[in-house]
């Protein structure tokens, strides 16, 4: 897959009228002094608790041969991807909260929207490719291994980068034709694709059908999906005639269906709410869940109660305290 850098080349200004400008001031958080210090340490946090819960679900995942199977696969890479989404935007965000002026350059903001819609859109097709890996495992246990082989599995996370590479690009490229007014004032804490549109002059007919079209078909598709994989899953336990049967069966899905809620009940909220019902601080707090929140909580998810990632880790544990010791 190969990224194309010139239209980040290119996009180091944009027009403004008769002007050309080159950084956007994102406006953030609108609040005093000391609760800027209070929201630094509290997203301080999270970000490290992001990065180690996901870190360590990877390295519990490689180090366990117990898990290498493609659920596990899969939850990896959720777990790398996780840890790219949150560094794309909180990094920038801590910074600027520190800073007397916080601005983003047009390259910085266009590289920022890329790897943005590029991970969010890959967030959403690895947990429609995980909801497949739970139907063909409830549903088709005994063609398990032929239908999610190593090489199937490659394909479901391969494809997914190939697409939302594709789309990140297609909305970055009509964004560059468009004409930006005299704001400049971005009202979010990162460059996003909807701030951005509402300060162009110019039409953005094309580039909200785009978003309309291609983006809901981006999202709605792999959830349509999801539902239909779960629908099919119920279908299968409603078979099972022992109600511990039934419970160890959904029990292995519940974790799933929790971070999927959280994902796409935050998603729509943000993009696909008529635009007469936006709102700067409501498209904020929307952001914050599936930026921030979501990406923490998928450690917690997918490890309290599941009792292999538990013991996985305990054994990652164990080897590192001997290690420590020696």
């Known amino acids: 897959m190969k990224l194309d850098f010139s239209l980040f080349r290119h996009s180091r200004t944009m027009h403004q009228g008769n002007q050309t400008i080159s950084k956007f001031f994102l406006l953030g958080f609108a609040v005093g002094s000391e ?29 366990d041969a117990h898990l290498h199977s493609p659920m596990y696969f899969l ?3 959720l777990s790398f991807n996780d840890i790219c989404f949150t560094t794309t935007t909180i990094p920038k965000m801590l910074a600027d909260i520190q800073s007397q002026s916080p601005t983003i350059s047009f390259a910085g903001c266009f590289t920022q929207m890329y790897f943005f819609m590029l991970l969010v859109d890959l967030d959403n097709f690895l947990l429609a490719a995980m909801a497949y890996d739970r139907y063909i495992a409830i549903c088709h246990p005994l063609h398990y291994a032929a239908l999610l082989s ?23 490229s009509l964004l560059r034709l468009l004409t930006i007014c005299d704001q400049k004032k971005v009202p979010h804490f990162f460059c996003d694709l909807e701030p951005i549109l509402r300060l162009a002059c110019s039409d953005t007919q094309i580039n909200d059908l785009t978003i309309l079209v291609v983006g809901g078909a981006v999202i709605f598709i792999p959830f349509t999906f999801i539902i239909v994989s779960y ?12 109600a511990k049967g039934k419970w160890k069966t959904l029990s292995t899905c519940g974790s799933h269906l929790l971070a999927v809620a959280l994902f796409y009940g935050s998603i729509v909220g943000v993009y696909f709410l008529p635009s007469s019902a936006y709102s700067a601080e409501r498209d904020k707090v929307a952001a914050i869940m599936y930026t921030i929140v979501t990406p923490m909580m998928n450690p917690f998810i997918y490890s309290l ?15 590192k305290s001997f290690f420590w010791r020696w």
């Open 75 to 77: 939850l990896a890479n």
């Open 150 to 172: 190593p090489k199937r599995c490659a394909l479901l996370v391969v494809t997914p980068w190939v697409i939302s590479n594709l789309v990140s690009i297609l909305h970055l």
């Open 231 to 242: 629908a099919l899953i119920c279908c299968t336990v409603l078979g099972v005639h022992s």
């Open 35 to 63: 609760q800027q210090k209070l929201i630094f340490m509290m997203f301080l946090c999270m970000y490290l608790v992001t990065m180690v819960g996901n870190l360590l679900i990877i390295l519990a995942i490689i180090n």
């Open 305 to 319: 109660r599941n009792k292999d990632m538990k013991g996985a880790l305990r054994r990652l544990f164990s080897k």
